[in-house]
T-cell receptor, first 115, second 108 residues
């Protein structure tokens, strides 16, 4: 298995632009998580899905952030409009609910810079 | 109080040293405790997990949970330059709750 795939790996954009981050989870995993990592705040959970349904989006910072999971093999995180304070590394992770301790497998991350 | 607290370091040690990394947590109901390792510009990877209290050993790594003190530790024996990474503790609640991570540098 190729693991969790994220694209793009790097994104540089200007304030006000729309940004879309993409994630392909590991086949067979029924949970998908979006995280944001910064030096100041560490790794923060933004939202997670179970069987394509959003379960908890309480970590989504503002209405500018939205996430979708149209099918079991694809999810997007969208920021519209983007702001400089959104600059961070965004990780997608997936896991199987069959695991009692829910080991999460992380993608390589998307490094977002908003100018 | 945050649910998981972790000293961010950084921590610098010479090769061969014993390293101790620690976290405290607030909710006594937590049962699964994990350590993830994150190399620079990579995603975190699970290193070890422990259920409830006690110790778990895997090679040079030992994970320890003290539920009475709400304290978890990761010990690295005979540390190697390849251990240089950020170590994040994580606790399983409704979802994984991560500490901020401690950055470790092992010099040869």
């Amino acid at each position: 298995d190729a693991g969790v795939i994220q694209s793009p790996r790097h994104e540089v954009t200007e304030m006000g632009q729309e940004v879309t981050l993409r994630c392909k989870p590991i086949s067979g995993h029924d949970y998908l998580f979006w995280y944001r990592q910064t030096m100041m705040r560490g790794l923060e959970l933004l939202i997670y899905f179970n069987n394509n349904v959003p379960i908890d989006d309480s970590g989504m910072p503002e209405d500018r952030f939205s996430a979708k999971m149209p099918n079991a093999s694809f999810s997007t995180l969208k920021i519209q409009p983007s702001e400089p304070r959104d600059s961070a590394v965004y990780f997608c992770a997936s896991t199987s609910g069959q695991s009692s301790y829910n080991e999460q497998f992380f993608g390589p991350g998307t490094r977002l810079t908003v100018l | 109080q945050k649910e998981v607290e972790q000293d961010p370091g950084p921590l610098s040690v010479p090769e061969g040293a014993i390293v101790s990394l620690n976290c405290t947590y607030s909710n006594s109901a937590f049962q699964y405790f994990m350590w993830y390792r994150q190399y620079s510009r990579k995603g975190p990877e699970l290193l070890m997990y422990t259920y409830s209290s006690g110790n778990k050993e895997d090679g040079r790594f030992t994970a320890q949970v003290d539920k009475s003190s709400k304290y978890i530790s990761l010990f690295i024996r005979d540390s190697q330059p390849s251990d240089s990474a950020t170590y994040l503790c994580a606790i399983l609640g409704d979802a994984l709750i991560f500490g901020k991570g401690t950055t470790l540098s092992v010099s040869s």
